[in-house]
T-cell receptor, first 114, second 112 residues
Framework: NAGVTQTPKFRILKIGQSMTLQCAQDMNHNYMYWYRQDPGMGLKLIYY???????DKGEVPNGYNVSRSTTEDFPLRLELAAPSQTSVYFC?????????????FGDGTRLSIL | GENVEQHPSTLSVQEGDSAVIKCTYS??????FPWYKQELGKGPQLIID?????GEKKDQRIAVTLNKTAKHFSLHITETQPEDSAVYFC???????????FGKGTMLLVSP
């Protein structure tokens, strides 16, 4: 059981480049999330999705875009990479929005923008 | 929106000692409080959670307590072991919302 799989694990980008961070889950979860984690700052929600075709902004959505064409996949796109987007990105999923439904996390993508 | 404060930011204990991490939340409507453990190079993993209709929950060496009146909740780890060394995050969520608000994390170091 793979759970939540994120690719790539590491990436270095130049300022202005674009890339897509991939996230896939095999647990048939409806809800998926993207977080960024900066040192000493905890996890900040970027975007989330409650099902295929439905996405919504989180706390820090600027500079990012998402799409959800299937239940399994929830890619995060950076269009014009900026140094402020250097971070560790985590994807998570959960079955429902019911209280007490845990979120399952992938192992992250470490992104550096130089 | 919800705001979650977590203290301390770092905690060093000797093996066998107890460790306590505290969190406060601002939204009185919050009713679900999970705790996550993050090991180096890994994503956060749920270790224990509590709902607002419960005051305390235990799972072997870990326990969580909740004080709804004061809007704070705590993680207690007894008989700490070196493998407990990690970053711990608290979080809060309101009924009907699908998102969690996380604290900034506590780095726990357990020395042999």
């Amino acid at each position: 059981n793979a759970g939540v799989t994120q690719t790539p694990k590491f990436r270095i980008l130049k300022i202005g480049q674009s890339m897509t961070l991939q996230c896939a889950q095999d647990m048939n979860h409806n809800y998926m999330y993207w977080y960024r984690q900066d040192p000493g700052m905890g996890l900040k929600l970027i975007y989330y999705s409650v099902g295929a075709g439905i996405t919504d902004k989180g706390e820090v959505p600027n500079g990012y875009n998402v799409s959800r064409s299937t239940t399994e996949d929830f890619p995060l796109r950076l269009e014009l990479a900026a140094p402020s987007q250097t971070s560790v990105y985590f994807c998570a999923s959960s079955y429902s929005r019911a209280t007490g439904e845990p979120q399952h996390f992938g192992d992250g993508t470490r992104l550096s923008i130089l | 929106g919800e705001n979650v404060e977590q203290h301390p930011s770092t905690l060093s204990v000797q093996e066998g000692d107890s460790a306590v991490i505290k969190c406060t939340y601002s939204d009185s409507a919050s009713n679900y409080f999970p705790w996550y453990k993050q090991e180096l190079g890994k994503g956060p993993q749920l270790i224990i959670d509590i709902r607002s209709n419960v005051g305390e929950k235990k799972d072997q060496r870990i326990a969580v307590t909740l004080n709804k009146t004061a809007k704070h909740f705590s993680l207690h780890i007894t008989e700490t072991q070196p493998e407990d060394s990690a970053v711990y995050f608290c979080a809060a969520s309101s009924s009907g919302y699908s998102t969690l608000t996380f604290g900034k994390g506590t780095m726990l170091l357990v020395s042999p």
